[in-house]
């Protein structure tokens, strides 16, 4: 099992980012953005559904704990700052709203008894995952509230001065010229965003992608219990683009991401102060509006 980063890494091991001597330094290289077949609107329904579900089973036990530390820096987070609403943008399967409301419902990340138990959880993306949401809202009652229709994240919303935003796996699908100027929307539309990346630009995140072939292989018997079982059978068995697709995705993904400099970078254009923490494989960055 992979190691995330230590559970107070935003507290600990970040910067503001205000036009600092980082801004000013330029990168030798511009960073490639290929395309993911996640991002095709040609893509089967089904097929992309078993990205996603890929994608879930490789951030969770035996393969990584990446879920269960975003939603707990996402619960610790909101507790600080006082919101009473966390919205995930870009949420996919919304595995991370479905474990953050089980985390506050037990008061799990409450441990000196500053609960999140009345906290509300939104989640959405710009292709909703209807089923999985209506699950949700069916298990945890009011305190989860899907939107199900598309919410694109690059469009201007307001959700409040009560909200903070989580983004997971996400911001990467913004093109690189696109990015400063959705996270200051982000940052003006909210209390604070919270942008969780499993993945960095380095040759290490790149091979440990190549090894997804492995738990992407797993995932018809993982999810055996839920229904789309033929689904999986044929795109991870019969047909394995799934698992191949998925490398393809993690490695343009790693390309995508940013690094330290580029991150101050952008903040500083976008207007806003950013704590930046980074692990071998992971980044957590948290963004607020400077003024
Ligand atoms: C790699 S998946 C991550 C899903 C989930 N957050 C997770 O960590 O498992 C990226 C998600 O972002 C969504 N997405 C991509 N571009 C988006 C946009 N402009 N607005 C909203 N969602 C977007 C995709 O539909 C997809 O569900």
Same mark, same amino acid.
């Given at each position: 099992m992979l190691a995330e980063p230590h559970a107070d890494a935003l507290a600990q091991d970040g910067q503001a980012a205000? &036009?600092?001597?980082?801004?000013?330094r330029t990168t030798w290289w511009k960073p490639l953005y290929l395309f993911e077949f996640m991002d095709l609107p040609w893509l089967p329904q089904g097929l992309r559904h078993t990205l996603r579900e890929i994608l879930e089973c490789v951030s969770t036990p035996p393969f990584r704990t990446y879920y269960r530390w975003v939603a707990r820096e996402t619960l610790q987070q909101a507790r600080r700052v006082g919101v009473t609403q966390v919205v995930e943008l870009g949420a996919g399967t919304a595995r991370i709203t479905a474990t953050m409301a089980a985390m506050a419902s037990r008061g799990e990340d409450a441990p000196n008894g @500053? &609960?999140? &138990?009345s906290m509300v959880f939104v989640c959405c993306d710009n292709n909703p995952d209807v089923p999985a949401y209506e699950a949700l809202a069916r298990r945890f009652g009011p305190h989860v509230r899907p939107i199900y229709e598309p919410i694109d994240l690059a469009e201007p919303r307001q959700w409040g001065p009560d909200s903070l935003l989580v983004l997971s796996a996400t911001l990467h699908h913004i093109p690189h010229s696109a990015r400063s100027e959705v996270l200051r929307n982000l940052c003006h539309s909210g209390n604070g965003v919270l942008v969780f990346e499993p993945?960095?630009?380095t040759i290490w995140s790149m091979l440990y992608v190549l090894l997804s072939i492995v738990p992407a292989l797993v995932v018809p018997l993982r999810f055996a219990g839920r229904a789309g079982r033929l689904r999986r059978v044929l795109w991870c068995? @019969? @047909?394995?683009?799934a698992p191949l697709l998925f490398c393809w995705d993690g490695i343009v993904s790693c390309l995508r991401q940013w690094t330290r400099i580029e991150w101050d970078r952008a903040a500083a254009e976008a207007g806003c102060r950013c704590k930046l923490g980074e692990s071998l494989f992971c980044q957590c960055a948290y963004l607020r509006r400077a003024s």
């Open positions: 205000t &036009g600092t001597e980082h801004a000013s @500053l &609960g999140t &138990g993945l960095r630009r068995w @019969l @047909l394995p683009v």
